[in-house]
């Protein structure tokens, strides 16, 4: 675990649990079991929703990694803890639940 992730995690543990696992080169943000971004490089990429798309207007849409089909918010306003807030309850109630793995 880096500096950088465990930045995030301090930042975003007051709107709940945050977990950052290592995955690809790069590493999977959940916040409250869901998956809600990657951290590429130093950069923290969030998921695309209504909440993300309307109070991340302005910032920056890339793919997080070469070869990624998903296009995600570059987020770096981690001192606007308002906004933090907001943003991380908006991505919980609009992302899908885990899917349960079938049985066989």
Do not use: Q, W
Request: with cysteine.
């Amino acid at each position: 675990m880096n500096e950088f992730n465990e930045y995030i995690r301090e930042v975003f543990s007051a709107a709940g649990d945050i977990v950052i696992k290592s995955m690809m080169g790069g590493y999977l943000v959940y916040f409250n079991g869901k998956l809600i971004g990657d951290v590429c490089d130093n950069e923290l990429f969030l998921k695309r929703t209504p909440t993300s798309d309307r109070l991340l207007a302005d910032s920056e849409l890339r793919y997080p990694y070469e070869g990624s089909k998903t296009l995600m918010h570059v987020f770096d306003r981690f001192e606007d803890t308002a906004l933090v807030l907001e943003l991380l309850d908006g991505l919980y109630k609009e992302l899908p639940e885990k899917k349960l793995a079938k049985g066989r």
